[in-house]
């Protein structure tokens, strides 16, 4: 069985890579890397923020499924994660984690995992020091106990929350408490951890979360110099003051930002792309010059990208934009997926669990009636077996819906900021719905950007599309754990389903 790695990019917009097509060399690691991989063009979050997309990706399960979707939810033990299935099988399991929501809230996405080391909040845990004393490893473990206690409550307050987004106690938990954890530490590790392992017979799972493009931004002065060489005094007091004011980076904005407002914005968040690449590119050398690339399935995608104005909205909360869930996804590993290759099929990344499985020769603990049951044919090896449809869905967070509530309430209604908001992907157009209201068709391929409505001009591939989501849906909804797996479906449902190719 290969050994398999997992780096998933947070925050990590798609459009600002080189290797999809950014004029500036933002990424020549990750570029470097593709060319020895299948790249896939059309890869869609399966969610628009960090919870539920890592929860898809660990279960192969839509949100509407899994129901992962609030910082607070915690993942049923109905359906096995990746992690418990390859551990079950013989796999050691590693997790080397720089987002506080996936390694240290109570979600239960660390499940299955043999070791989990989390490098944000305030008790970062890396792999054990010998050298430490017993009392110092002691002191260290109760100390983590109690930051996570501590996280948990903020996360499970609303007061709390709006009361840390003050622009007077942002800087401290995001500069002093590790709130994008420590690239360079965590890769460094994960080298150590993997030259002491390879070692041995057992085959390895590892998974590595990188945090370096999220808010707020604070990349090297070179990076800076590289990426926004004509930063000013007033550039810097501008972007201090938007990375203090972190109530508005999941907002939605009243008035677009200024042309140079987002240039400097844009300035910042490359050279983090570009710095964060760097590192990568450490990890991606190692693994090349150790030979671990032989016999090593490498996996790089995002979870979801992030929103600088676009469509009105700051962050990644609210919507299904291009900007959030349209992410980078390349996967090395040429017994199936052939070098320098590129795939214009629209897929979804909660696809990354049955590529594994299917990799790895494995087959889940679970009936035919489970949606996860076909493994080989969800594998991205056969890209085209969801027949070109991939679809997201963005349930409101409720705490940052709660900053808006108390920040903008009048905005809260107009732009409809309680429904979910959904998109269906068929060939290279996208629907996009709040509800059941249609907000926009458009095709991707000829408007990238999602600048043009053209519902009005199609209007019946719009219904279509729209009935293909619906169908969705209750597909989804039907598979939730506490649901009636064997129930009823309608006779509706069921010509659907079968539209949607997900029976015969």
Same mark, same amino acid.
């Given at each position: 069985m290969p050994d398999i790695l997992l780096i998933i990019l947070d925050?990590?917009?798609?459009?600002?890579?080189?290797?999809?097509?950014?004029?500036?060399?933002?990424?020549?690691?990750? /570029?470097?890397?593709a060319a020895d991989a299948?790249?896939?063009?059309?890869?869609?979050?399966?969610?628009?923020?960090?919870?539920?997309?890592?929860?898809?990706?660990?279960?192969?399960?839509?949100?509407?499924?899994?129901?992962?979707?609030?910082?607070?939810?915690?993942?049923? %033990?109905?359906y096995p994660t990746l992690a418990e299935i390859l551990q079950a099988d013989g796999y050691h399991t590693a997790g080397f984690c720089n987002n506080p929501l996936v390694g240290v809230l109570d979600t239960g996405l660390t499940r299955g995992f043999s070791e989990?080391? =989390?490098?944000? %909040?305030?008790?970062? =845990?890396?792999?054990?020091?010998i050298t430490r004393s017993k009392a110092r490893r002691k002191i260290s473990q109760?100390? %983590?106990?109690?930051?996570?206690?501590?996280?948990?409550?903020?996360?499970?307050?609303?007061?709390?929350?709006r009361v840390s987004l003050n622009a007077a106690i942002t800087p401290l938990w995001?500069?002093?408490? =590790?709130?994008?954890?420590?690239?360079?530490?965590?890769? /460094?590790?994960?080298?150590?951890?993997?030259?002491?392992?390879?070692?041995?017979?057992?085959?390895?799972?590892?998974f590595l979360n990188l945090m370096g493009a999220h808010m707020p931004y604070h990349p090297p002065q070179d990076y800076i110099k590289r990426f926004a060489p004509d930063v000013d005094k007033a550039a810097y007091r501008f972007i201090n003051r938007f990375n203090a004011d972190a109530a508005r980076w999941a907002s939605p904005v009243e008035q677009p930002p200024s042309e140079w407002e987002n240039h400097i914005i844009d300035g910042f968040y490359n050279a983090e792309v570009a710095h964060q690449d760097y590192h990568l590119g450490r990890l991606l050398r190692y693994l090349k010059a150790s030979g671990a690339l032989e016999d090593t399935m490498v996996i790089i995608a995002a979870d979801h990208g992030e929103g600088h104005g676009d469509h009105s909205f700051f962050?990644?909360?609210?919507?299904?934009?291009?900007?959030?869930?349209?992410?980078?996804?390349?996967?090395?590993?040429?017994?199936k997926f052939p070098a320098n290759q590129r795939v214009q099929t629209n897929v979804s990344t909660r696809r990354i669990f049955h590529t594994v499985l299917d990799v790895?020769?494995?087959?889940?603990?679970?009936?035919?009636?489970?949606? =996860?049951? /076909?493994?080989?044919?969800?594998?991205?090896?056969?890209?085209?077996?969801?027949?070109?449809?991939?679809?997201?869905?963005?349930?409101?967070?409720s705490t940052l819906l709660n900053v808006v509530q108390h920040r903008q309430p009048h905005l809260?209604?107009?732009?409809?900021?309680?429904h979910v908001r959904r998109g269906v992907y068929q060939d290279s157009h996208k629907l996009a719905v709040a509800d059941h209201h249609i907000e926009g068709l458009f095709d991707i391929a000829a408007d990238p950007a999602e600048h043009i409505n053209i519902q009005n001009q199609h209007s019946t591939l719009a219904d279509s599309m729209q009935d293909k989501l619906s169908a969705f849906v209750q597909m989804a909804e039907h598979y939730r754990a506490d649901g009636d797996h064997q129930g009823n479906v309608s006779p509706d449902v069921i010509d659907n389903l079968r539209a949607l190719g997900y029976i015969e």
């Open positions: 925050t990590q917009r798609r459009d600002r890579l080189s290797i999809y097509g950014h004029p500036q060399a933002t990424s020549p690691h990750l /570029d470097e890397f299948t790249l896939f063009e059309r890869a869609i979050a399966p969610a628009q923020w960090t919870v539920p997309s890592h929860a898809s990706m660990f279960t192969g399960l839509y949100p509407s499924t899994h129901q992962v979707t609030q910082a607070t939810s915690k993942l049923s %033990g109905s989990f080391f =989390n490098y944000a %909040g305030a008790a970062p =845990n890396r792999p054990v020091d109760e100390w %983590g106990r109690f930051a996570r206690h501590v996280s948990q409550y903020f996360a499970q307050s609303d007061w709390l929350f995001t500069r002093w408490v =590790n709130y994008k954890g420590n690239t360079a530490r965590s890769i /460094d590790d994960l080298i150590a951890y993997h030259q002491e392992k390879r070692s041995t017979d057992q085959p390895m799972f590892l962050g990644h909360s609210f919507v299904v934009y291009q900007e959030l869930v349209h992410v980078p996804l390349m996967i090395a590993y040429p017994d790895a020769g494995i087959k889940p603990p679970i009936d035919e009636s489970d949606p =996860n049951a /076909d493994i080989e044919a969800l594998s991205l090896y056969q890209p085209e077996s969801e027949k070109n449809l991939a679809f997201a869905e963005a349930f409101p967070p809260v209604e107009p732009l409809r900021l309680t």
